[in-house]
């Protein structure tokens, strides 16, 4: 079965990794503390399966660049996106409003979308971890490996 894996970037980095059967298999945010640590680390992230298929990764730049190379290296389809092309499909007009206002909005949805399709629930949700969880499931829907779930 085919893996993706969603990235909301930056040293706090949100994840989400999805199945090709539209599964949220695991979520999570990990706060690297700085470039570096964050380099460092992304080949190991690279390398929790075999399967592992897409990357789609939120934002630009050094650290996009880095995640990039490190996908490549491994034949690893990436999907480069911003919060401008995934968010309109997930989120209402009036719920993309204004950067704290987004992240709540981006809080609930997830939890929705967690609740529909993962096998286990969040105790607590950062914004990071939640965007993770929208653009992997944007991407998702994007491959077409399911259908829009209900709001």
């Not at 298929?53 to 190379?69: A, C, Q, S």
């Not at 204004?98 to 929705?112: C, D, L, Q, T, V």
Request: hydrophobic content about 45%; aromatic content about 8%; charged content about 25%.
């Amino acid at each position: 079965m085919d893996l993706l894996l969603a990235v909301d970037l930056g040293v706090k980095t949100g994840l989400a990794l999805y199945s090709s059967d539209g599964k949220l298999v695991w979520f999570r945010s990990q706060n690297f503390g700085n470039a570096s640590r964050l380099r460092n680390a992304i080949p190991a992230i690279l390398t929790c399966d075999d399967d592992l298929k897409y990357l789609v990764v939120e934002g630009g730049g050094p650290l996009f660049k880095i995640w990039e190379n490190e996908a490549i290296q491994r034949n690893i389809e990436v999907i480069h996106t911003m919060a401008e092309q995934w968010r309109p499909v997930i989120l209402l007009p009036r719920e993309q409003r204004g950067g704290i206002s987004s992240k709540k909005n981006a809080i609930i949805h997830a939890h929705n979308i967690i609740n529909k399709l993962a096998d286990h629930r969040a105790t607590s949700l950062t914004d990071d971890a939640a965007e993770a969880v929208l653009i992997g499931y944007w991407a998702v829907l994007k491959l077409g490996w399911m259908k829009e779930i209900s709001k």
